[in-house]
């Protein structure tokens, strides 16, 4: 799938309101969709991994340990995202859920121009935080796949060698 499709999903899952629950449950699960994708793309026994029952906490330790990781600054995203999403789902009301999701937002890396201005609204700035997450692990999934192909290929011609 290309940036460009990716982006256009992105734009077609999230709500187009300004639910910040919506947006953070909608956001958790297209996330939890990239990591069930990165862990898919390991070709060894991909089809064990469903059977696992792995929460999305577990998926995220699992890819860590076996990723070129993104910065760390998408680990903490992530995890705050779940974060969020539990607390959410296990309590009837947030009190404070806008501030908890500025907090988020603020996690976003401002050095490379990814913050999105104070100035967009917040249910917007959260639209961006979590595809920009999202993103990352995307990312993230193309380079594994890229290193481990080339791995592969160089250890079949080292079997060549030795035959």
């Known amino acids: 799938m290309t940036d460009d499709e990716k982006a256009q999903k992105a734009l077609r899952l999230l709500p187009k309101g300004s639910d910040l629950t919506l947006i953070i449950l909608k956001g958790h699960l297209m996330l939890e969709e ?43 995203l992530a995890e705050e995202l779940n974060r969020l999403r539990n607390k959410i789902a296990h309590h009837p009301e947030v009190l404070d859920l806008e501030a908890q999701v500025k ?22 700035r959260l639209k961006f935080a979590v595809t920009f997450t ?19 290929g160089l250890t079949q011609t080292v079997e060549q060698k030795k035959e």
């Open 134 to 152: 999202a993103g990352a692990f995307s990312d993230m999934e193309a380079m594994n796949k890229t290193v481990f192909e080339a791995n592969r």
């Open 34 to 76: 990239q990591l069930n994708a990165f862990l898919a793309s390991f070709p060894i026994h991909p089809k064990a991994l469903p059977d696992a029952r792995l929460t999305f906490h577990q998926k995220l330790r699992v890819i860590r340990a076996f990723s070129f990781a993104p910065s760390e600054k998408s680990w903490r």
């Open 103 to 124: 907090t988020f937002v603020a996690l976003l890396p401002d050095a490379s121009g990814c913050r999105p201005s104070a100035i967009l609204p917040l249910h917007e």
